[in-house]
């Protein structure tokens, strides 16, 4: 993992030497959480108005993410972060982890439990 993160800072600093310092893990903190009214509009009925609302897209996804071994560390961060502005409770985010561990295993749970602690760290429950 340590040689992977250090050949990729080394690409980054050739294309661009100000962004020596990148680490594509930290990726969602360069990323602002999309306003609830946009994230309707882009994710939810606005094209489909019988289908999911954007709340509930926002949670199956991070169930994807956490089922394909939660390696998506910073995408898992940015979906928790929007689901909660869509209106997801932290008791709904735990939930959607927590189902998923019957899918990509308990040890993907505890990770994406632990990126999802981090992304809501200052975030108020609704």
Do not use: C, S, Y
């Not at 394909?68 to 982890?97: D, F, M, P, S, Y």
């Amino acid at each position: 993992m340590r040689q992977t993160q250090e050949m990729t800072e080394a690409w980054t600093r050739a294309l661009n030497p100000a962004m020596g310092g990148f680490n594509p893990a930290q990726m969602d903190k360069l990323w602002p959480t999309v306003p609830a009214e946009m994230l309707e509009a882009f994710f939810g009925k606005q094209f489909n108005p019988e289908g999911l609302d954007a709340k509930t897209r926002l949670l199956l996804t991070l169930l994807g993410l956490t089922v394909q071994g939660a390696v998506a560390e910073a995408q898992i961060r940015l979906t928790v972060r929007h689901a909660v502005e869509a209106g997801a409770t932290k008791q709904e985010v735990a939930e959607t982890i927590g189902i998923a561990a019957l899918f990509g295993g308990v040890p993907a749970m505890t990770k994406a439990m632990d990126l999802a602690t981090e992304a809501l760290d200052g975030t108020q429950e609704r």
